[in-house]
């Protein structure tokens, strides 16, 4: 209750931002909920473990019996039980495996989910891209049409010559074409996002999305601190080295025998024989290739740790040189057209006598292909923010 009185006094201090952040973890959430890739790791991950849990376990008893007859009408009859079991310490190495492996399990899942966060964060952002560049086409092209209306009159009346009705007409085509063009691109990507999620009702939470999510972007010796501490691909390939020692355990005390126990009786010329008997199972020889596998897969794994260390540094350096300076274009961009009436001031221009056709719609264009560039370096901050803060 506490939780839910802090989040409304939130939400009303600060309406719009915490509507586009919790619409968008929201939206995200879902994908996430549904994600055929999650589910199937989920499952195939509990599977594996009950399976290795069940091989831990004594194996059945077994139960012989036999009738035998001689050649001058004698018999011979009876019946024995056994059980086998491998060398008690073994047992004890198993059960750690398991619990290894299924630390190592729980942390692949922990890093396919945040895998599978920032692929469903990328889409998101792409679609809320297409959204703005489809809001800033349809606004040109809503004004061109417009134009386009006043030009047919004006050419009726003689007023312009059909040299400047055909230039507008034409720039209708390009920018519908080019809003054409946006729309399908959304249409993809909003396919993408319903193959991710495993459900066509996903696209009920994408009607309202068309502002990027409000994150910040911290220092870069934050993100690697934050990289060594919380990256869960990395603690999986530590769970990994775990497991591969209780593994060497295992093959080791696998070399020890093993040994069977049992009783029997039989019955021969009216006299009955009973008594236990003693097995004793030695291991094979394949046993030390298989230590050797292990060791051999255990360094193979030390090389992996490495590089997984190296690749989160230089992967938060480049993305944070990148999301610097794409935030330096786009506050120079910013501080050109926001607030800007370029539109206006051209279209004043052009009915004033001031600008032609030709340079009205060249200018038109200049500025439509700055805008569109302003959120080109948007959107590409943004996928640069997202990897960065992938493990918030």
Sequence with gaps: MKKIIITAIATALLPSISLRAESFDNVVNQMLSGNPAIQELMHSSEAEIQEMRAENVLEGP?????????????????????????????????????????????????????????????????????????????????????????????????????????????????IAGRLTEENNRLGDITAQIIDFSGAETITSHLDNLDNYPDNMLMSTDDYKQLAGEADPYMAYLRSIADLN?????????????????????????????????????????????RRSAIAAAG???????????????????????????????????????????????????????????????QEVNFYLDAEIDLETMRHEYQLALSRLNRLQ
Excluded: C
Excluded at 98 to 118: G, M, P, Q, Y
Excluded at 310 to 332: E, F, G
């Design 299 to 361: 360094l193979e794994n030390d090389v992996r740790i490495s590089a997984r260390a190296q690749k989160l540094i230089t992967d938060i350096d480049n993305d944070h040189s990148t999301a610097l300076d794409l935030l330096k274009q786009i506050d120079r961009f910013e501080t050109i057209l926001n607030g800007s009436n370029h539109n206006e001031l051209l279209l004043k221009a052009l009915k004033g006598g001031q600008i032609n056709m030709l340079d009205y719609i």
């Design 245 to 289: 020692k209780s593994r060497g355990k295992v093959a080791s005390r696998s070399a020890l025998p093993g040994f069977s126990l049992g009783y029997e009786w039989e019955r021969e010329d009216g006299q009955d024989f009973n008594g236990f008997n003693l097995g004793i199972k030695f291991a094979t020889w394949s046993n030390k290739s």
């Design 62 to 174: 077994e139960l012989e019996g036999f009738h035998k007859w001689g050649n001058a009408g004698e018999r011979k009859y009876g019946f024995g039980i056994s059980q086998g079991f491998d060398w008690p310490g073994l047992y004890g190495a198993r059960r750690q495996m398991i619990r290894d492996n299924a630390t190592a399990l729980n942390h692949l899942r922990e890093a396919t989910v945040t895998e599978k966060k920032s692929e469903a964060r990328a889409l998101l952002i792409d679609l809320i891209n297409t959204k703005r560049n489809i809001s800033i086409l349809s606004r040109i092209d809503s004004m061109m049409i417009n134009l386009a209306q006043y030009y047919a009159i004006a050419y009726k009346n003689g007023q312009v010559s059909i040299l400047d009705k055909n230039k507008i007409d034409i720039e209708v085509i390009r």
